[in-house]
């Protein structure tokens, strides 16, 4: 079994920025791609960004720019830089490994 447990979520104004974790533990073998996921109040989850075992990145056009995952294998946890956050950006937050293992979310709040 595969855990996954973010942190860093809060509340944040306008332009502001934020940087999520999500530590992995359990079974882990190999990463086939990790990523961040986001879920609003009524709306589905969307990918926000992801990172594959080569380290090629994929965003969602709304965070290209803004955004950047990283990884550290070392200590198998994925990053996600959060920069000139909206209002819009505002969702519980996910980690994901192999479109298969999902941590808990963590609230991003971005409201004046």
């Known amino acids: 079994q595969v855990q996954l447990v973010e942190s860093g979520g809060g509340l944040v104004q306008p332009g502001g920025s934020l940087r999520l974790s999500c530590a992995a533990s359990?079974?882990?073998?190999?990463?086939?791609?990790m990523g961040w996921y986001r879920q609003a109040p009524g709306k589905r989850r969307e990918l926000v960004a992801a990172?594959?075992?080569?380290?090629?990145?994929n965003y969602s056009d709304s965070v290209k720019g803004r955004f950047t995952i990283s990884r550290d294998s070392a200590k198998n946890t994925l990053y996600l830089q959060m920069n000139s956050l909206k209002p819009e950006d505002t969702a519980v937050y996910y980690c994901?490994?192999?479109?298969?293992?999902w941590g808990q979310g963590t609230q991003v709040t971005v409201s004046s």
């Open positions: 994901n490994k192999d479109y298969r293992y």
């Open positions: 359990g079974r882990i073998f190999s990463v086939v791609v």
């Open positions: 990172i594959d075992s080569g380290g090629n990145t």
